[in-house]
Nanobody, 121 residues
């Protein structure tokens, strides 16, 4: 059984930065791709960034150039560095273990509990 625990969310002013972490239990972390999703009130959950087992990355257009996804397999931890935050980035952020099919990320069954990010204007 894999457990994912996100941390690092909080309240920040527009233009500020936050670094989210996703700590995984178990021994499958290095064999999985990682996806960061977010869900704002009244909206569907959307994929924000993903990183493959070989550290290739993909980003949603809305965060490209501002967010950076990374992983540390030795620590079983994934990260999402978020810079130049905007009020529209306000959401609950979730990490997920999945896989790549070609250049596309596919979410798996393991999710964290989410961490709230609130960006004030």
């Amino acid at each position: 059984q894999v457990q994912l625990v996100e941390s690092g969310g909080g309240l920040v002013q527009a233009g500020g930065s936050l670094r989210l972490s996703c700590a995984a239990s178990g021994n499958t972390f290095s064999r999985n791709a990682i996806g960061w999703y977010r869900q704002a009130p009244g909206k569907q959950r959307e994929l924000v960034a993903a990183i493959s087992t070989s550290s290739s990355t993909n980003y949603a257009d809305s965060v490209k150039g501002r967010f950076t996804i990374s992983r540390d397999n030795a620590k079983n931890t994934g990260y999402l560095q978020m810079n130049t935050l905007k009020p529209e980035d306000t959401a609950v952020y979730y990490c997920n273990l999945g896989y790549y099919g070609g250049k596309y990320y596919y979410g798996g069954v393991y999710w964290g509990q989410g961490t709230q990010v609130t960006v004030s204007s």
